[in-house]
Structure formats: C-alpha cells, structure tokens
C-alpha cells in the first residue's frame, strides 16, 4: 500500500482548501519569522539581565534556603549511597599519624572555630592537672600514646562520616539494610525529642531526663550528625546538648533528682563525643572539660564510681565512666589525670577472676562468663588497659560471649549485654566477628548472625513505633524503655563505624598499638 504523499504526488486533484493554503502560507511564515527575531532580541537585551537578578536572589538567601532544604531531605534515605569503589581516606589500619582530625576528605566533621581563650576548669584542691607526656606521669590530652588511655585524637572518631564510612561498613560487615534500619531509627528518635530538647525515657526511669538525653544523642554522634554538620538532624542534636548544657551546674554536675552517676556517665560521653568531632570550644569546651572534671572528682576510694557521687561502686557504673574518660581524651584536649584511670584499673583487677582475668563480677570476683558484666570489664580493659587483638585475657572473653552469641538469644534481646559485647568481639578483630555479626555458617550460607537479627526486631509497621525498638525484656527495657532499647540498638548496629580500632594485627597474629 502506497503512503498519502505518494498519493498526491501521483496527481490527485488539488481541492479548493489546498490552494488557499499554498496562497497564503508564504505571509505566515515571513510574519512568523519577523516575531521570531523580535522574540530573540528581546531576550538578548533583558532576559540574561532577568537571570542575574535572580541568580542575586538565590546568593542573598543563601542561608534560608539552605535551612528549608535539609528540613525537607527524607529523615532516612532510601539508599545510603553505599559506594562500593570509594577507597577509604583514611588509613584505618594506621590512621593516627596521617589523619588531620575531623577532617575526611572534603567532608568536615563540624567546622572548627577559632580559640576564645576558654581553657580548662580547674580540677580542684589537691588533684593535679597536666598536659600529656609519658604513662604514669602525666593526663593524657595530646596526641600519641601519653598516658594510660592512648591518646588517639579526633582522629578516632573519623571513620563516622565520608569515605571511611562506607569503607567501614564494607570491611566490618554492615549491610544496606543495617544502615536503612539506622536511618529509620535516628528519624523515630528525632520524633520523641520533647520541645525543650530532652528525652524522657518510657520505662521506670522516666525521671531521668538526663541519662535519655545523652543516650539518645550517641547514635546522631555515631552516624556524624553533630550540630555543627548533621545532614538531616542538626537541630536534633543542637537542641540535645543545649538541654544538657542549660543542666548543668557549676560543679559539673547536672540537676535533677534522679540523676545518678550512671546518667553522669552517659551525658559526659555525648558532650565529649560532640566536642571531639566538631571543636567547637565557644559551646562544649568547658562543658565537656566540666563533666570530666566531676567524674573524675566523683571517684570512689576504691576506683570505682557508684550511684552517688563520691560513692564507691560497681562493674556496670564503672563502664559507663571509662566510656566517658576515653572520649575525652579522643577530643584531644580535655584534661583526664592518670591516677583516675590508673584508679579504674585497679578496680578491674579486685572484680576480675581467672588467670587471665577475663571474667567480671559487680563488686566482686565472682562473676561468670558471657554475662553483661564481664562484657563491660573487657570492653573497659580495651580502652583503659590496652588489651589489644590477641591479648589472652581479651580472647579467653570473647570465646565466653560467643557463648551466649545472637543465635542463642532469645525473641526481646537483653541489650545492655549486646551493646557491651558487640564492641568486644568486633575490636577483639578475630575469627569470632564474622560468626557473631553475620551468623555461622550454615549450609554455605551465614545466617543468625547480631546485624540481620537486629534488623529484623526493629518495627517497621506504618504507625507511631515506627523505627524503634520493641523495649528488650531485661534491665533496660524495664527501667529506659522503647527510647532505650532503640537506642542500643542503633549503637550495636554502628559499631562498624562508631569507633576506629586502637590496635593492629601484625604479620604474626599478634597486635600493637597504632602510632
């Protein structure tokens, strides 16, 4: 079959409507093309200046746009844009000398300001206050190894934004799906921030604002959100560590009649936290410095911290203190003394049992492996007494929390435990960790295992609770609730990331601190 133009051009006869076309196209098109050209020079004469002035618009409200811009990002994103070519820019197997702190790649952890003169609060009669140097003569706050607790700078704290990340996430064993439960749990922990910027915990310590607000801040801090250069929950954070600094007194301390040396603990961890990360000394340096100072005054005679101030104590609370006096010295220049931790130690020694100590009881050596205490003994053993990889105490503890590993747990997890013995096995950086996150092998498949099994308890049912934790059936779903169960598992779920590693293998088999 022939096409129409081919129809007409084969001698159809030309109707009436066709010959008044063809005798009035050429005026058409010579007036369209006039317009046309005036059309052009119209906008060549104004339209680029209309252009500039709303390119002048867009440089003044700058700022504005900015603000309603991360207002409207998604409170999780659907995909973390988890590149799988990106190398890390920071050498994480021997960062400390060739990171700049805060800084990876052209992503800034917070914008540094300049120093305002605030320097350190004193620590009080008759306890000596020094600037680094070698271990057991002086506090450790500079770079290096000075002093017991191994100053690793800001540095430590890089592999929570950038590159790193992600590398991170890759080598350590996270998942898309880890890191979308964390988004989903981050944006639900931002809904439950009450209009002062507290938290309050929806168990039986609901009293203790404090110890919720700190809790619920680490997991913004573990993923890089500060306030200073969060992407989705600046003002989160921001409004977070303005209710704990409006808090506190002048001694340190925090009001509140509930506040116990436990919320002490965890409050000081996010102000150390926040401050390492960002060095914003005009807002946290004295603070955080303060918060120190009062754990460090606090201390029991027998090294450890107890519910009271000036107490003596037990493991659990002593945990929560090494946390707090290790992310200190991690922001580099907040004053920690020696005999604190050297203080610390001795406690673990007087609550530890074994030949090799890997064993932990509450104010006594009587305690028992794979328990939440002996976690807490062997992560604190990390930070504080520098049980690298391959330590035998630290190996030892490890193979009794495999004991009581994800596979064994029961449907509501007992998260104080998970939290504590995630870190240990995945710093002991051994065989165990790939068991432990991703499961054992099982019909060539890795199933069981902490990441997808936490993942999987997380509510995803469209409602209120969605992105939370259902509270876990032991201590901290009873006294911290929904709030405080999420927020373990957030910290359990950033491992990977949270905290780079202290020590590395060597060729051997065995470890060394990194320098």
């Known amino acids: 079959m022939q096409s129409p133009v081919i129809l007409r051009l084969d001698g159809a ?66 995909d973390p844009g988890l590149d799988r070519n990106l190398e890390p820019t920071v050498d994480v197997e ?41 271990p057991g003569e002086s506090g450790a706050t500079s770079p290096g190894l000075g002093g017991p607790l191994g100053a690793m700078a800001a540095s430590e704290l890089s592999g929570r934004v950038g590159a790193t990340k992600q590398y991170l996430i890759q080598k350590g064993g996270g998942s898309m799906g880890s890191e979308l ?43 890089g959100e500060t306030h200073k250069s969060g992407a989705r929950h600046r003002q989160t954070v921001l409004r977070g560590l303005q209710f704990l600094i409006a808090q506190q007194r002048s001694n340190g301390g925090f009001n509140g009649s509930a506040v116990t040396m436990y919320s002490h603990g965890i409050a000081t961890i996010a102000l150390n936290e926040a401050y390492g990360m960002t060095k914003d ?40 203190q090494i946390q707090a006096l290790k992310a200190a010295v991690l922001a580099k220049d907040i004053v920690v003394p020696d005999k604190a931790v050297a203080d610390a130690i001795k ?47 630290l190996a030892e503890g490890v193979d009794g929390l495999m004991k009581r590993g994800p596979g064994k747990a029961p449907a509501l997890p007992d998260m104080y435990y998970f939290y504590y013995a995630t870190q240990v096995v995945h710093f002991a950086d051994g065989d165990e960790w790939k068991s432990w996150n991703e499961g054992p092998l099982m019909n060539g498949r890795r199933q069981g295992g902490m990441r ?22 032991a201590i901290i779903g009873g006294s911290c609730g929904r709030i405080g169960t999420t927020a373990l598992s957030l910290l359990t779920l950033e491992v990977y990331y949270r905290h780079l590693p202290l020590y590395k293998r060597d060729a051997g088999g065995g470890a060394a601190a990194l320098k």
Do not use: C
Not at 103 to 121: F, H, L, M, R, S
Not at 367 to 381: D, Q
């Open 13 to 78: 006869v030309e109707s009436s409507h066709e010959r008044l076309v063809k005798k009035h196209l050429p005026a058409w098109v010579a007036s369209g093309a006039v317009h046309l050209a005036i059309a052009v020079l119209l906008f060549a004469l104004f339209g680029i200046r209309t252009s500039e002035m709303r390119a002048d618009t867009t440089v003044l409200n700058t700022t504005s746009s900015r603000e309603d811009s991360e207002e409207a990002k998604p409170l999780f994103q659907e």
């Open 94 to 134: 021997k960062f400390a000398d060739r990171v700049v702190e805060g800084i990876i790649g052209n992503d800034q952890v917070g914008t540094p300001e300049p120093d305002k003169g605030i320097g350190a609060i004193p620590l009080g009669a008759g306890i000596e206050v020094f600037n680094g140097g070698a």
């Open 181 to 223: 439960a964390v988004g989903r749990g981050l944006a639900w922990l931002a809904r439950q921030q009450k209009p002062n910027g507290s938290w309050v915990f929806d168990g039986t310590s609901s009293a203790d604002a404090i110890a919720a607000t700190g809790l619920a801040l680490l997991p913004y801090l573990a993923a």
């Open 281 to 320: 000394r005009a807002f946290l340096h004295r603070p955080a410095q303060a918060a120190t100072n009062f754990i460090v005054q606090k201390q029991g005679s027998d090294g450890s911290w107890g519910y009271a101030p000036g107490a003596t104590g037990d493991t659990s609370i002593v945990g929560w």
């Open 347 to 393: 406690f673990l020694d007087k609550v530890s049992s074994g030949s090799r100590k890997a064993v932990y009881g509450y104010t006594a050596p009587n305690g028992a492996a794979g328990t939440s205490l002996t976690a807490v003994g062997l992560l604190s053993r990390y930070y504080i007494s520098k049980w690298a990889p391959g330590h035998a105490g």
């Open 452 to 473: 997808d099994w936490l993942v999987a308890l997380q509510d995803v049912k469209e409602g209120p609770n969605f992105g939370s934790w259902q509270p876990d059936g």
